[in-house]
């Protein structure tokens, strides 16, 4: 999987590095970052996922698209929507409430303002994936849920690790007095 992972966050962070939005974004500045946080999201996803996501891309990729464009197009509503699938409404339904849970949780890793943010920037990188890819992406999270995980946090625990922390619980201890990662 670590291979089809590396594929994917290849060609995302150069479509990323050529994006050119009305608000810049910091993880332009720091691409490591952006690689971290994909690769930590990726992570979590079934290898049958991986696949249609990786062929999706490379797809996209060869007909001259720019995924990451088009996501900040929508999200500067530059463009009309891509996706009208309403599995994009159903996924990002779980992962909002997942974000809630884990902004109660974690208070001093997590800033409460930036769930809009996380709202809007989700539905908009969903638009910009397969049918095929949002289906097998949502019986990810309906498994993940019937399991009682919570992804996004796992995603962050991930990421987190990557940095040199052991748990959740160090890094908002850290975060304490110190103002918010996100």
Known sequence: MSELIDDI???ELDWFMNVRTIY???CQEHPRVFELMRRSTYELWSEETLRKYLEHVKSSASNGRNLMTERYARMDRMIPPINLNPL???IVEIEVSWTE???RKYPHIFRNDSLLGFKIY???ELETYSDEVLELYY???EGAKNEGRNLVQEKYLNLFKK???NSLDEVEESAKGKGKYF
Request: aromatic share 10%; net charge neutral; hydrophobic share 40%.
């Open 9 to 11: 966050v290849k060609i």
């Open 24 to 26: 810049p974004s910091r």
């Open 88 to 90: 994009i409404e159903e």
């Open 101 to 103: 849970e884990i902004f």
């Open 122 to 124: 989700l539905k908009c």
């Open 139 to 141: 019986r990810d999270l």
């Open 163 to 165: 940095i040199g922390y």
